[in-house]
């Protein structure tokens, strides 16, 4: 083997012990003298040393082996060597029974010293007793959940209710609900909690039961155990479901033995003794020198000792070793003598001296060890490490934890090491993820917060949302002084966290590291590949719990993860400027369809992988060059069919016969389980029966592309990042993607699973951690009620005052505790970094998003859980984590919440969805909807009522713009304020909450519609500027170009003018008592303001052969959306519900007030309604087929389900027109056949009046004419033009109309109209 780790390397058969040729020459490779001393210095023997150097025997590497065997000669005890030890039963090695020691369901690691709860309460001894003595034992708590942890005799009984301490003798102690259970319970110890090492004492020689938390008694639990013949107890415990322990009886160094007591399984003591002395022959070797050129030894310090490769050195090495390394093979050894001496280097030392040395050590552990001797020994003293560091307690400096992680990266910068332990240990037989999680400590007095936050503070006001709510400016001096103290303290221990993480981080960068592939494959590939398999058990086994990486693992090992991802991604732009930096990360999206990287069985955005291979099969080939083999879709669809070697009746018989045997369940084992080390080759137990676990499912292999595809354990480097003929990863780059490499391609696969991790429970425990938040804030309030009962309570009332002291002292020293943990929590959990980390996340899932969604039908193959983070990121952040900047330094977050909100409110999903949030916070969101639109971006918040009510408003439920679908078919679909909505969707519930908060003040309502008045009005004027300058740029006879810019300016203020409108109609809908209640003072104002406008709209529109009208016709590119419909329909809209679907006396009102308007006119309503502009005295009538607009000329129709229907040619499919009903109802009252009574005597009293017309008119009641009827009678064929019925209508006057009256310059007005319109002696014209 050859040693890297060096910068030399050593052939090991070089130095082979076993030629008697080669003795006579290795003892001259130095002075015989200067060898025997050296040898001496190195094997000599304190007890044995002698006292003059020339009475030693000559030592060189003939005579050392005797030597040697002399040196490690140890006196063994027969009877403790057999395992028969007086006071103790069993076998010598202590094990969990799963044969038959155990009731429940439980799954047990494969070296029977790690087990979970798998069944309600499931109970397990082990396989020896004791019956006089002291024993000890430990157990580590993995979960800090329900278990009964203690002894019992062979004869308890117990089931899936009763476990250990619920039955006559056997005892137990559990740290969740803190009491000790002998049939009965009471109150004992304190709360346990995972990390935690719980040591179980018995003293069958004075009969009692003891328990000891970290090492600390908790004191005499029981006294008076029953003792005697046939009396013995097993260790046992009873646990709950998904709950996990570790045994220690000894088969490891106890953590925390105590004197007098022994542990159940002995030690190896004579091995013990021998691989101390090696140890000590090893570092005297490291500790001297060889000075062949003076002929001396010379003693320098072990941290300088490099390996030079002097044959006397590594011959001595050799004969070490050859002892040694059977040893370090042992479990107990190993943590004992090679752990303590390497963290004695850890600590001699600086960190670099220290990392040479164990550098230095590996290389010759690979040096002259078998191959699977060093591995062993590798294996072992990771697994001692990782106890270690989980199982170590909290101190102030978090020193211990400094100290274990600092040793786990020297062994890691060891490139042979790291290499065998990411690709057999780390991922496989370890949980490695425990190395990067730093565990909350439960009792914060233990862990010295006290010392680093020695004042306490929290907030004395919390809002609902459990935020505080008070300002800093209210706090008073002494608050402040106790604030600023506590921040100080969190200060400090944020920046002991942060150093337990940057190691974290750099373990990760090791495991990163892609530039060690000398001879062999890179670690990063090798993490790629153990990484994808971890994500593929925790993503398969989320419904079984006690197979998933714990949550508060998973949250930690993300944040480190980005950190090392983020060093590498910004490294790798530095010395690519082509590549883009971390802050612009992103998932390409042929990743989600090339095969490259497994997803496992997660869903798509568009269903199963296999379905859109099949459906997306051209959209593949003709947009990413990637072509599907028609056999393997076809081999894809029966995957489940074969998957299983076995006979399908054996498979289908298997699971039924082991369910009805009450026995295993056939689950896979993966290397999660609760156990602090050990994985893989676990055995589920049962009370029925034991049985092998069925072949773990293989990883499901890549779908063939155009290109190889290969599993996760088969890519190599090529396979993902690419050569000069493969594209690696980003195989079937779309056209829309760029040619530039983002980064290594083996980055973007860590990316991806980052983003799967955080999918998987990350946000689920952020969600959690935050009960801690709200725990300090239930605190406070009880606390802030006593403080003011204690205020009001009498002087007299001693007995009251007592008790709220009392209480007073609780829930103070509850917030103490508390608030301590809540600084913990916020170190690791919630700081400012790990914010970043997140935002940092959901701004790559956007932007994955938004590249996918480039690539059309290939976005359905995106994961579906890449929209799960970026929403769940998004609520974190909302939720979870407190701002660092205030709104004010956020001047675009409004308009981005109101960009948000627009585009919710524009489909029926996401509109339900802002339904369904609470009540309170959609009454917030429409209060600052109808917030004046003075001083802020008004546009928006118009555009989002406007969407909130289409498809209640009068003629507003089209899709496309009605009047270019006959002239210009093309242009209806563009884009505008009118247009680019889908089908209508409005919200009644919205709408009602805008109602209530428009009636609920005297100001809202006023202040709003004021605002809303004055934008119409300024949108209004500019619109008709500007086609003012457009004409005249038109008429000129010199070529002349108007700018685009003026042109969609100019379509903008049309499009606002129509939209202010519609918000109008609405509010005038919803609360129409605003405008025709005039017992409101602002009432009578709105009302004129509104008419004043209304004709002001309608002479600018309707007047013919106008400014509006010529620039209409024009139909310049841009104005497109600029017709008379759109204003005029929205105009006709406010009309009708003022005038006809308001109360009798509000219409009234309202038509008074429209009339005694100077603006109004006469013949804007007559154009609205399709008559003619009469004309002026002296000029010729126009031409009878001239065009006019007309409201009934507009082909829309309604269909039945309330959605405008169009035709290919734009002709109505029926003729429900609504037009017809306004003009019935505002012509004629609003009767299909006849005037309902009131009108029809005001108007009949009307004609009364006026002799010219008393014989046209019947006087019996009228009735519509009809088409289908015949031609009227010749005395009686003349109908009233609806143009002279509508003032008549408007005046709803009474019947006698004296001159004295308001109404008589309107009524003398509307004769003259009439006159001017007299009816014609021809056919009876249509009113319709």
Same mark, same amino acid.
């Given at each position: 083997?050859?040693?890297?780790? +060096?910068?030399?390397?050593?052939?090991?058969?070089?130095?082979?012990?076993?030629?008697?040729?080669?003795?006579?020459?290795?003892?001259?490779?130095?002075?015989?003298?200067?060898?025997?001393?050296?040898?001496?210095?190195?094997?000599?023997?304190?007890?044995?040393?002698?006292?003059?150097?020339?009475?030693?025997?000559?030592?060189?590497?003939?005579?050392?082996?005797?030597?040697?065997?002399?040196?490690?000669?140890?006196?063994?005890?027969?009877?403790?060597?057999?395992?028969?030890?007086?006071?103790?039963?069993?076998?010598?090695?202590?094990?969990?029974?799963?044969?038959?020691?155990?009731?429940?369901?439980?799954?047990?690691?494969?070296?029977?010293?790690?087990?979970?709860?798998?069944?309600?309460?499931?109970?397990?001894?082990?396989?020896?007793?004791?019956?006089?003595?002291?024993?000890?034992?430990?157990?580590?708590?993995?979960?800090?959940?329900?278990?009964?942890?203690?002894?019992?005799?062979?004869?308890?009984?117990?089931?899936?209710?009763?476990?250990?301490?619920?039955?006559?003798?056997?005892?137990?102690?559990?740290?969740? &609900?803190?009491?000790?259970?002998?049939?009965?319970?009471?109150?004992?110890?304190?709360?346990?909690?995972?990390?935690?090492?719980?040591?179980?004492?018995?003293?069958?020689?004075?009969?009692?039961?003891?328990?000891?938390?970290?090492?600390?008694?908790?004191?005499?639990?029981? *006294?008076?155990? !029953?003792?005697?013949?046939?009396?013995?107890?097993?260790?046992?415990?009873?646990?709950?479901?998904?709950?996990?322990?570790?045994?220690?009886?000894?088969?490891?160094?106890?953590?925390?033995?105590?004197?007098?007591?022994?542990?159940?399984?002995?030690?190896?003591?004579?091995?013990?003794?021998?691989?101390?002395?090696?140890?000590?022959?090893?570092?005297?070797?490291?500790?001297?020198?060889?000075?062949?050129?003076?002929?001396?030894?010379?003693?320098?310090?072990?941290?300088?000792?490099?390996?030079?490769?002097?044959?006397?050195?590594?011959?001595?090495?050799?004969?070490?070793?050859?002892?040694?390394?059977?040893?370090?093979?042992?479990?107990?050894?190993?943590?004992?003598?090679?752990?303590?001496?390497?963290?004695?280097?850890?600590?001699?030392?600086?960190?670099?001296?220290?990392?040479?040395?164990?550098?230095?050590?590996?290389?010759?552990?690979?040096?002259?060890?078998?191959?699977?001797? @060093?591995?062993?020994?590798?294996?072992?003293?990771?697994?001692?490490?990782?106890?270690?560091?989980?199982?170590?307690?909290?101190?102030?400096?978090?020193?211990?934890?400094?100290?274990?992680?600092?040793?786990?990266?020297?062994?890691?910068?060891?490139?042979?090491?790291?290499?065998?332990?990411?690709?057999?240990?780390?991922?496989?037989?370890?949980?490695?993820?425990?190395?990067?999680?730093?565990?909350?400590?439960?009792?914060?007095?233990?862990?010295?917060?006290?010392?680093?936050?020695?004042?306490?503070?929290?907030?004395?006001?919390?809002?609902?949302?459990?935020?505080?709510? %008070?300002?800093?400016?209210?706090?008073?001096?002494?608050?402040?002084?106790?604030?600023?103290?506590?921040?100080?303290?969190?200060?400090?221990? %944020?920046?002991? /966290?942060?150093?337990?993480?940057?190691?974290?981080?750099?373990?990760?960068?090791?495991?990163?590291?892609?530039?060690?592939?000398?001879?062999?494959?890179?670690?990063?590939?090798?993490?790629?590949?153990?990484?994808?398999?971890?994500?593929?058990?925790?993503?398969?086994?989320?419904?079984?719990? #006690?197979?998933?990486?714990?949550?508060?693992?998973?949250?930690?090992?993300?944040?480190?993860?980005?950190?090392?991802?983020?060093?590498?991604?910004?490294?790798?732009?530095?010395?690519?400027?082509?590549?883009?930096?971390?802050?612009?990360?992103?998932?390409?999206?042929?990743?989600?369809?090339?095969?490259?990287?497994?997803?496992?069985?997660?869903?798509?955005?568009?269903?199963?992988?296999?379905?859109?291979?099949?459906?997306?099969?051209?959209?593949?080939?003709?947009?990413?060059?990637?072509?599907?083999?028609?056999?393997?879709?076809?081999?894809? =669809?029966?995957?489940?069919?074969?998957?299983?070697?076995?006979?399908?009746?054996?498979?289908?018989?298997?699971?039924?016969?082991?369910?009805?045997?009450?026995?295993?369940?056939?689950?896979?084992?993966?290397?999660?389980?609760?156990?602090?080390?050990?994985?893989?080759?676990?055995?589920?137990?049962?009370?029925?029966?034991?049985?092998?676990?069925?072949?773990?499912?293989?990883?499901?292999?890549?779908?063939?592309?155009?290109?190889?595809?290969?599993?996760?354990?088969? &890519?190599?480097?090529?396979?993902?990042?690419?050569?000069?003929?493969?594209?690696?990863?980003?195989?079937?780059?779309?056209? *829309?993607?760029?040619?530039?490499?983002?980064?290594?391609?083996?980055?973007?696969?860590?990316?991806?699973?980052?983003?799967?991790?955080?999918?998987?429970?990350?946000?689920?425990?952020?969600?959690?951690?935050?009960?801690?938040?709200?725990?300090?804030?239930?605190?406070?309030?009880?606390?802030?009620?006593?403080?003011?009962?204690?205020?009001?309570?009498?002087?007299?009332?001693?007995?009251?005052?007592?008790?709220?002291?009392?209480?007073?002292?609780?829930?103070?020293?509850?917030?103490?505790?508390?608030?301590?943990?809540?600084?913990?929590?916020?170190?690791?959990?919630?700081?400012?970094?790990?914010?970043?980390?997140?935002?940092?996340?959901?701004?790559?899932?956007?932007?994955?998003?938004?590249?996918?969604?480039?690539?059309?039908?290939?976005?359905?193959?995106?994961?579906?859980?890449?929209?799960? @983070?970026? /929403?769940?990121?998004?609520?974190?952040?909302?939720?979870?984590?407190?701002?660092?900047?205030?709104?004010?330094?956020?001047?675009?977050?409004?308009?981005?919440?109101?960009?948000?909100?627009?585009?919710?409110?524009?489909?029926?999903?996401?509109? &339900?969805?802002?339904?369904?949030?609470?009540?309170?916070?959609?009454?917030?969101?429409?209060?600052?909807?109808?917030?004046?639109? *003075?001083?802020?971006?008004?546009?928006?918040?118009?555009?989002?009522?406007?969407?909130?009510?289409?498809?209640?408003?009068?003629?507003?439920?089209?899709?496309?713009?009605?009047?270019?679908? %006959? =002239?210009?078919?093309?242009?209806?679909?563009?884009?505008?304020?009118?247009?680019?909505?889908?089908?209508?969707?409005?919200?009644?519930?919205?709408?009602?909450?805008?109602?209530?908060?428009?009636?609920?003040?005297?100001?809202?309502?006023? !202040?709003?519609?004021?605002?809303?008045?004055?934008?119409?009005?300024?949108?209004?004027?500019?619109?008709?500027?500007?086609?003012?300058?457009?004409?005249?740029?038109?008429?000129?006879?010199?070529?002349?170009?108007?700018?685009?810019?003026?042109?969609?300016?100019?379509?903008?203020?049309?499009?606002?003018?129509?939209?202010?409108?519609?918000?109008?109609?609405?509010?005038?809908?919803?609360?129409?008592?605003?405008?025709?209640?005039?017992?409101? #003072?602002?009432?009578?104002?709105?009302?004129?303001?509104?008419?004043?406008?209304?004709?002001?709209?309608?002479?600018?529109?309707?007047?013919?052969?106008?400014?509006?009208?010529?620039?209409?016709?024009?139909?310049?590119?841009?104005?497109?959306?600029?017709?008379?419909?759109?204003?005029?329909?929205?105009?006709?809209?406010?009309?009708?519900?003022?005038?006809?679907?308001?109360?009798?006396?509000?219409?009234?009102?309202?038509?008074?007030?429209?009339?005694?308007?100077?603006?109004?006119?006469?013949?804007? /309503?007559?154009?609205?309604?399709?008559?003619?502009?009469?004309?002026?005295?002296?000029?010729?009538?126009?031409?009878?087929?001239?065009?006019?607009?007309?409201?009934?000329?507009?082909?829309?129709?309604?269909?039945? +389900?309330?959605?405008?229907?169009?035709?290919? !040619?734009?002709?109505?499919?029926?003729?429900?027109?609504?037009?017809?009903?306004?003009? &019935?109802?505002?012509?004629?009252?609003?009767?299909? =056949?006849?005037?309902?009574?009131?009108?029809?005597?005001?108007?009949? !009293?009307?004609?009364?009046?006026?002799?010219?017309?008393?014989?046209?008119?019947?006087?019996?009641?009228?009735?519509?004419?009809?088409?289908?009827?015949?031609?009227?009678?010749?005395?009686?064929?003349?109908?009233?033009?609806?143009?002279?019925?509508?003032?008549?209508?408007?005046?709803?006057?009474?019947?006698?109309?004296?001159?004295?009256?308001?109404?008589?310059?309107?009524?003398?007005?509307?004769?003259?109209?009439?006159?001017?319109?007299?009816?014609?002696?021809?056919?009876?014209?249509?009113?319709?």
């Amino acid at each position: 083997m050859a040693s890297k780790g +060096s910068g030399m390397s050593f052939s090991r058969k070089s130095y082979r012990l076993t030629s008697d040729a080669e003795k006579s020459r290795v003892t001259g490779i130095v002075h015989e003298k200067l060898l025997n001393d050296y040898l001496h210095r190195i094997f000599s023997s304190p007890e044995h040393a002698p006292t003059a150097a020339t009475s030693r025997k000559p030592l060189n590497f003939q005579n050392l082996p005797e030597h040697l065997d002399q040196l490690l000669h140890v006196e063994d005890e027969d009877e403790e060597s057999q395992g028969q030890v007086e006071g103790r039963l069993g076998p010598s090695t202590v094990v969990l029974d799963h044969m038959g020691g155990f009731e429940g369901l439980l799954l047990v690691d494969d070296d029977l010293l790690g087990v979970i709860g798998h069944s309600n309460f499931g109970t397990i001894r082990s396989t020896t007793c004791v019956y006089k003595g002291k024993w000890v034992y430990e157990v580590l708590i993995s979960s800090q959940g329900l278990m009964q942890i203690g002894w019992c005799t062979i004869n308890c009984r117990f089931n899936q209710e009763e476990g250990v301490g619920d039955t006559h003798n056997s005892y137990a102690y559990d740290g969740n &609900r803190v009491r000790k259970w002998n049939v009965t319970t009471t109150n004992y110890g304190k709360a346990w909690a995972a990390g935690d090492i719980v040591s179980c004492l018995i003293d069958l020689d004075d009969g009692t039961l003891s328990f000891c938390l970290n090492g600390v008694s908790l004191g005499t639990a029981f *006294e008076n155990l !029953s003792r005697g013949l046939g009396m013995a107890y097993f260790p046992a415990i009873s646990l709950s479901f998904k709950e996990s322990v570790a045994f220690n009886f000894g088969s490891r160094p106890l953590r925390y033995p105590v004197a007098g007591y022994r542990p159940l399984q002995d030690p190896p003591r004579a091995d013990l003794v021998r691989a101390q002395k090696l140890l000590g022959c090893f570092q005297a070797v490291l500790s001297v020198e060889l000075d062949s050129v003076e002929g001396r030894l010379v003693e320098k310090n072990s941290s300088e000792w490099q390996l030079q490769g002097q044959p006397t050195v590594l011959l001595t090495l050799a004969h070490i070793f050859h002892r040694f390394a059977p040893l370090l093979r042992k479990v107990y050894l190993v943590e004992a003598v090679l752990m303590s001496f390497l963290r004695g280097v850890m600590e001699a030392g600086t960190p670099v001296q220290a990392q040479s040395v164990v550098r230095q050590v590996l290389d010759l552990l690979w040096l002259f060890m078998e191959d699977h001797e @060093v591995q062993d020994c590798l294996k072992h003293l990771m697994m001692s490490l990782l106890r270690l560091y989980r199982f170590s307690p909290i101190v102030p400096d978090l020193g211990l934890q400094i100290h274990y992680l600092r040793l786990t990266i020297a062994i890691l910068r060891h490139e042979k090491s790291r290499k065998f332990l990411l690709s057999n240990v780390l991922f496989d037989v370890l949980r490695s993820v425990v190395f990067f999680y730093i565990k909350s400590p439960l009792r914060v007095e233990e862990a010295g917060l006290q010392e680093l936050i020695p004042t306490t503070w929290w907030p004395h006001r919390s809002s609902r949302e459990g935020k505080d709510s %008070k300002d800093v400016k209210d706090e008073t001096a002494e608050e402040r002084v106790r604030r600023r103290a506590y921040e100080r303290g969190c200060q400090r221990l %944020k920046k002991r /966290i942060e150093v337990v993480e940057e190691l974290q981080v750099q373990i990760l960068k090791l495991l990163l590291n892609n530039k060690d592939d000398n001879g062999g494959e890179a670690s990063r590939y090798i993490f790629l590949t153990k990484f994808r398999k971890f994500l593929q058990e925790n993503a398969s086994g989320r419904g079984n719990m #006690p197979m998933l990486c714990p949550p508060e693992y998973m949250v930690c090992f993300l944040h480190r993860l980005i950190s090392a991802l983020r060093h590498y991604w910004d490294e790798y732009k530095a010395s690519n400027p082509r590549a883009s930096f971390s802050e612009e990360a992103y998932i390409p999206p042929q990743v989600f369809y090339n095969g490259k990287v497994d997803y496992f069985d997660l869903q798509r955005l568009g269903g199963l992988l296999s379905h859109l291979r099949k459906t997306l099969k051209d959209d593949l080939a003709s947009k990413a060059n990637i072509l599907i083999d028609p056999l393997e879709l076809q081999a894809a =669809t029966m995957d489940d069919l074969d998957e299983d070697e076995e006979p399908a009746p054996a498979a289908a018989q298997r699971p039924t016969q082991a369910l009805a045997m009450g026995g295993v369940l056939p689950l896979p084992r993966p290397s999660w389980l609760s156990s602090p080390t050990l994985g893989r080759a676990n055995r589920f137990l049962s009370t029925a029966a034991v049985s092998l676990m069925t072949p773990r499912r293989p990883l499901s292999t890549s779908e063939k592309v155009k290109v190889r595809t290969l599993s996760a354990e088969q &890519r190599t480097r090529e396979d993902i990042e690419g050569s000069h003929w493969n594209e690696g990863l980003l195989l079937g780059r779309p056209p *829309e993607e760029p040619e530039q490499p983002l980064t290594e391609n083996s980055l973007l696969e860590v990316l991806d699973g980052a983003v799967m991790m955080y999918n998987l429970s990350v946000h689920q425990q952020l969600g959690k951690m935050v009960g801690v938040s709200d725990d300090v804030n239930e605190y406070a309030m009880a606390l802030r009620d006593t403080e003011d009962k204690l205020r009001r309570c009498p002087k007299r009332r001693k007995d009251i005052l007592a008790e709220l002291t009392k209480s007073q002292k609780v829930f103070s020293e509850k917030l103490d505790h508390l608030s301590r943990r809540l600084a913990w929590v916020h170190a690791t959990v919630y700081s400012q970094e790990k914010m970043l980390d997140i935002y940092w996340l959901l701004r790559v899932c956007l932007r994955t998003i938004e590249h996918g969604d480039r690539t059309g039908s290939l976005f359905a193959f995106m994961p579906e859980f890449y929209l799960s @983070v970026a /929403i769940n990121s998004y609520s974190a952040l909302k939720n979870y984590f407190g701002p660092v900047h205030s709104m004010e330094e956020l001047p675009d977050i409004r308009d981005s919440l109101m960009q948000a909100l627009a585009s919710y409110v524009c489909y029926p999903h996401s509109l &339900r969805a802002v339904e369904r949030i609470p009540e309170e916070q959609r009454v917030a969101m429409v209060r600052s909807l109808l917030a004046p639109y *003075e001083q802020r971006p008004w546009a928006q918040t118009n555009w989002i009522l406007v969407r909130l009510w289409r498809g209640c408003g009068f003629g507003y439920r089209y899709t496309r713009l009605p009047h270019l679908l %006959k =002239t210009k078919p093309e242009d209806a679909n563009l884009p505008s304020l009118q247009s680019e909505w889908p089908e209508p969707c409005p919200s009644t519930l919205l709408q009602q909450h805008m109602a209530d908060l428009l009636r609920e003040g005297p100001d809202v309502a006023p !202040s709003f519609l004021n605002s809303v008045l004055n934008q119409l009005n300024w949108a209004f004027s500019e619109f008709i500027g500007m086609i003012q300058e457009i004409q005249q740029a038109a008429e000129r006879l010199e070529r002349n170009f108007v700018d685009s810019r003026q042109l969609k300016v100019c379509a903008t203020c049309f499009d606002l003018s129509v939209s202010l409108l519609r918000v109008l109609e609405m509010t005038i809908t919803l609360v129409p008592e605003i405008f025709l209640d005039w017992s409101r #003072p602002t009432s009578e104002m709105l009302l004129r303001r509104l008419a004043q406008l209304l004709n002001q709209v309608l002479n600018r529109v309707t007047a013919e052969r106008n400014l509006f009208d010529r620039v209409v016709t024009l139909r310049l590119p841009g104005l497109e959306s600029v017709d008379h419909y759109p204003i005029l329909v929205a105009v006709t809209g406010i009309l009708v519900r003022l005038l006809v679907h308001g109360p009798a006396s509000g219409t009234e009102r309202a038509t008074s007030v429209l009339l005694a308007d100077p603006c109004f006119q006469l013949r804007s /309503i007559c154009y609205l309604l399709g008559q003619s502009e009469p004309p002026a005295p002296g000029t010729a009538l126009p031409a009878p087929d001239r065009k006019r607009f007309s409201l009934q000329s507009c082909e829309w129709t309604r269909d039945g +389900s309330g959605i405008w229907d169009w035709d290919r !040619s734009g002709v109505s499919r029926r003729a429900n027109s609504q037009i017809v009903v306004l003009k &019935r109802h505002w012509v004629l009252g609003g009767s299909d =056949t006849c005037y309902p009574p009131p009108l029809q005597t005001q108007i009949t !009293s009307a004609l009364r009046s006026w002799p010219r017309w008393n014989r046209c008119w019947h006087t019996s009641p009228l009735h519509l004419p009809r088409q289908q009827q015949p031609p009227c009678p010749p005395a009686r064929r003349t109908s009233a033009p609806s143009a002279m019925l509508t003032p008549f209508l408007l005046c709803s006057s009474p019947v006698a109309i004296s001159p004295a009256s308001k109404w008589a310059p309107w009524v003398q007005r509307a004769r003259e109209v009439a006159w001017i319109h007299r009816p014609s002696s021809s056919s009876c014209p249509p009113l319709l």
